[in-house]
């Protein structure tokens, strides 16, 4: 996290509606993604994302596009939206299924910017603590409220699931769970058959 | 099965051909569907099948057809073929997923007519215990060889399943089985979530 | 036909928009369902219809609506629209996957009023001949033009298809008839097999 | 209302636990289903239910459970779990998709017995109006807590949608309101082409 | 385009049964692909192919094969066949969605040599002008009608597409325009609704 | 297959459980991945993988993994399980539709070591010829049994499909051999439609 510190306090960052022109309600400043440092945050942030169990455990990984650094300094804000459903990436278009925002700044230094998540009837307002993550389907409308004092540091980043559906991949990170807090007091017979649905769904719900 | 009996013996049987003539590979007999004493032997056969709570754990049933008697006399048989996907019923047509023989005459009492189902790469062969029932996906080549002495006396159904696909039947099924033999060490939570699992597949798959 | 005609002649027929009162471009009128000459004209189209190989072999029919008898007097019309998904029926609402028109009224005795069926880049055109039925997928836009002298008489229907989906319709028709085609032609073995996917397919399509 | 309130005093109700024996935690009353007044109390109930529009519009109804009304006293409850996802019913089962509960015991009235939804991280407790309905897709664990003084009194009951994945079910939905929302402000041709896009949704996502 | 006809007037052509050497109806030459010549040509057509925004929102583009010259002389032609699903390429194979035929030479310098698609029930023949791309699913039937004089210049080249199904690919390409013209006319809450359904058909259907 | 023998002479094995750490009941060993002799029968066992037309024809090839050798000494087993869905691998993770077993060493060499598949009701035990290859559904339970005396020399492999599900798979398979079989019987328009619809379900099934 130091070394993220430090490249926030010396990268340069553009105006963010260069990732996205159409949206007159985005008003935010992003990393330079022209320069090595950069490339340098991305790995940082990549890096962390992967070495997290739970992560990689409910998200189930096929492609992760390299995570980008927003700053979002006094009145900026990013008005509501669902974010794309395909990124443009070398070799082929990626599918962004999960949209994730890490939390770089501690929330004690900056007031608003809340994310807000507009899922089912009533909105959720996030402000995660230094280091977190927080991940949501990206088609999902969300929205960054204006920040009234301070600076909200974010990551935000994108992932292409192995199971594009959010509720099979529910149900099997569900069952992933209860097999891991179950399968050992199991018969081993049972334990089998029960891999054996697991990775049938999940190998049957990549394509469908 | 007694009462069975007694209606094999006294009931009028009829050319098989008349329920799929344009297989000219069938040469059986089937009780004769305009009698009374059919109506009885379909409410017979159909009380014991549904009695049966294995066969309800594995078919997930919707609809069944009215079982048919069909006698199967020296040289008689019926070559390979499968059955259709719809069977036209009131009110509206049944898909048929599931073929169904109940043997009734004892194996002993006859030689030849097994019947052989052609799934992957070798034949398998079952003459059936009287009172047994066998299960097949109905689109399956079945064929049921020449009786070369006695008679063979069965019963033929069809069984429309709430899923569809029998891979994900059979999913469920061992979802199920694993449940009913572990559930009682699980911690009630875990219990509770394998539940919600099994529910929403049984629910998301009846029509996928 | 002529006994339609008769009951064309004798029967009630009321403003059209009772049946979709939301679209203003509507302005036909049909016959008043509450009259027995409605049941009767109702039970003879579906007769008509069902007698026909040709419409049971592409549309795999689950469930008809009674057919419902229109009239257009010149200036009447029916602007650009969809059918809807889902008609009122007993027990169960009724998916409408195709759309029915059978044209009662011989072409010459009227101008204007064609069908006009907005498929793919270009629209077309049609004035079916006394008799003749046209089918296309309910929710495809389509509109009746004005007829400008004459009478068009038509009645419509709706059908539940087997197979919701349209290309696999195509497809298993396409198969179904190669097969009918050039069956007789080929090994019994591989006549069996083809009979095995074309089996797999209807079952298989009928919940996806 | 009142004549709910009419049946509730008069009527018999036994043990809840005769429709969910497998439950263990389930301790709660409801209507004796021999009964006449039974019947009465079903058909009130469900009128009100097909009244409200926006019902309709958001569950997309094939089929309706008759409601049950249910009285939890003090010290009942029903402990976490999904409902199943089929109903036995005539003349087949009913897959159950929508679960509701109407609220008929004004909440001033009782303390504790909210219904609670485990739905995402965050359980979500209701306790409705006098008069109001709530849904949630039926495998979802839920649960009502302890009644702690005073009287409970809901109906539940079950809905079959002609689209079974909810997630499916809120696009249309959404569809559906800007549709309603926008639609007079469009160019004609394009709100056509946005009924076709609706009708043809509905149509597809009704088997799939 | 004249860089093309210099390309035409030198590269080197050689038999076209080389890429589909079990279809003898296929009668044409095409670029020598072992040339510095032909790469330089694909890069052009690419570049011509992917400049079209129109091509660009209707085919949701994940791959392209490299564009192929094809020259059809007098008496040439290619006979009815539907496109394969999946062509050989690096590093995988590509699934081939969107056929899509270039036209290079003026219509009036060649008689003869329409494609000709046969989708439905009438075939539909088209002649491009210069400069013109004609797409349509690969797995339709088509064909080149036989050139009675002049040459006939075209490129051939195939499209994966983020959306297999053209079904699915014309109700989303649909809903995008209707978006586009009347978006800005809509409240922002409606507008980002509809951006949330349109992003989530987008993301649901790249597996179904 | 010398030059494998001469591999299996010469390269180091280790430890079989560093592909599956969590699996108890495994116990063999492996070719050490690290080497360059490694590298070498990778390739050897792809090419005689990808000669194979048969592999070619069921399998739909799109991905294959780098088949691995392996050793089976005196009292190594590996218990019943299935394999994962999906592998790590560059540049993306591979789902696994099929796994293979090539055996190398004549099965007269060793005793035991039956590869077991537990399908349906009846495990299959499978001993192969030297060069022979078993395919099976990834996810399907199988076991090796103790060897009780020689050696048994295998590799194993694992193939994504571009036919995620064996029974659509299987359906292709069976309608292209008998297209294969009776296409040049057919009259040349029945044959382009045969071709047709076997291309548009291998299009079609690539993602459902």
């Given at each position: ?78 008005g509501?939206h ?34 807000t ?6 909105p ?8 977190a ?5 990206s ?8 920040v ?44 089998v ?16």
């Amino acid at each position: 996290m130091r070394r993220l510190d430090q490249i926030a306090a010396t990268a340069t960052f553009v105006d963010g509606r260069v990732s996205n022109p159409h949206n007159t309600t985005k008003d935010n400043l992003q990393i330079d993604h022209t320069t090595d440092i950069y490339k340098e945050s991305t790995q940082l942030l990549l890096q962390a994302l992967l070495r997290n169990e739970e992560v990689r455990n409910f998200a189930f990984i096929q492609r992760v596009a390299p995570p980008l650094m927003c700053r979002y300094q006094p009145k900026m804000k990013y008005g509501k939206h669902p974010d794309v459903a395909f990124l443009p990436m070398q070799p082929t278009p990626m599918r962004s299924d999960l949209s994730c925002t890490i939390f770089i700044a501690d929330p004690s230094t900056y007031e608003g910017g809340e994310l807000t998540i507009h899922l089912g009837s009533k909105p959720v307002s996030i402000k995660g603590k230094r280091g977190a993550a927080v991940f949501y389907p990206s088609t999902t409308i969300h929205e960054v409220l204006p920040v009234t004092s301070g600076e909200r540091l974010v990551a935000i980043t994108f992932i292409e699931s192995q199971i594009c559906d959010e509720k099979k991949r529910d149900l099997l990170y569900t069952l992933n769970e209860v097999a891991a807090l179950e399968g050992l007091n199991m018969e081993w017979d049972n334990r089998v058959r029960l891999e054996h649905v697991r990775h049938s769904l999940h190998r049957m719900w990549s394509t469908s």
